[in-house]
């Protein structure tokens, strides 16, 4: 299974084309969800560890494209974990309160406290994909010296990159694991999913036509994901990228690369009773068998 997580990673020499989008017959449907259920317990008890140890955040990001199955896959996920200890945000279009800062502010204010898991349904991310498919939104950001799309620099994105490497690095030298998964879905898929979002009422509030118009723009949206992963996959916070075209294998692929890399940090422990209480603790339990 090592052998196969490390197939997910990604290097700044990434193609998009070389990795799969369904990696079934390596992984049955049926093992991913029985291995699902173990690991989900498994990854819920370290949980427990980590909000008691209190040193450590883990910020989990997900990007796919639309159907890709990011909704389903936290919840599935995550299912096991005690809701104090975890926050999920699904980012949005930026609120006109979000506009009036800088294009990370909304990202570094919903971080998660030590002890605690964050999980970001899109992420900061999409300031190097949306708004460089949609260029005109860069615009309502309202930034110094570029007032048209013509305006903005060549190294623009470039400059970005460097920004979102430098915030990562500083959130993980502060404490913070941080997961980065890239939901990697076939074309023919996303249509699969979108007709099934037509065709079945109760799928029906999912289907929005913008869905189509932003289909009709998946080759720029994949060069623009692989030039941010390129970009952006560091030792200190890799990209991996997960064959999604199986709802399932993707949900335990996830899982398991989670849990494989949160059981190598040996200093995450429940902490110890401190030495003023150990030395008190059978007068503190005779005190209360005596009081009922």
Not at 179 to 190: A, Y
Request: aromatic fraction near 10%; charged fraction near 30%.
């Amino acid at each position: 299974m090592n052998k196969l997580l490390k197939k997910f990673t990604a290097d700044n020499h990434f193609i998009m084309a070389d990795h799969p989008t369904d990696v079934r017959p390596d992984i049955t449907e049926e093992e991913a969800i029985e291995g699902l259920k173990k690991v989900r317990k498994q990854i819920a008890k370290i949980q427990d560890v980590i909000y008691a140890h209190n040193k450590y955040a883990v910020l989990i990001c997900f990007q796919g494209m639309d159907t890709a199955g990011k909704d389903s896959l936290i919840r599935e996920v995550f299912q096991k974990f005690n809701a104090r200890g975890v926050v999920v945000h699904s980012f949005k279009t930026p609120t006109s309160k979000e506009l009036q800062h800088d294009y990370l502010w909304r990202h570094a204010v919903a971080l998660p406290e030590k002890g605690k898991f964050g999980v970001f349904n899109r992420t900061h991310y999409e300031n190097v994909l949306v708004t460089r498919v949609h260029p005109e939104y860069l615009l309502n950001e309202n930034i110094p010296g570029i007032d048209t799309v013509e305006d903005i620099p060549k190294d623009f994105w470039k400059t970005r990159y460097d920004q979102i490497n430098a915030f990562e690095q500083h959130v993980v030298n502060n404490g913070t694991i941080v997961f980065k998964f890239f939901l990697h879905l076939s074309k023919d898929e996303q249509k699969n999913r979108l007709l099934r979002r037509l065709e079945q009422e109760k799928h029906n509030w999912k289907f929005s036509p913008g869905d189509l118009k932003e289909r009709e723009l998946w080759d720029q949206y994949m060069t623009c994901y692989q030039e941010a992963i390129q970009h952006t996959s560091k030792k200190h916070a890799p990209w991996h990228i997960i064959p999604s075209d199986n709802k399932a294998i993707s949900r335990y692929l996830v899982a398991k690369i989670i849990l494989e890399k949160l059981k190598k940090y040996k200093d995450i422990q429940y902490p110890e009773m401190p030495p003023e209480i150990e030395q008190h603790k059978a007068v503190y339990k005779r005190e209360l068998k005596d009081n009922g």
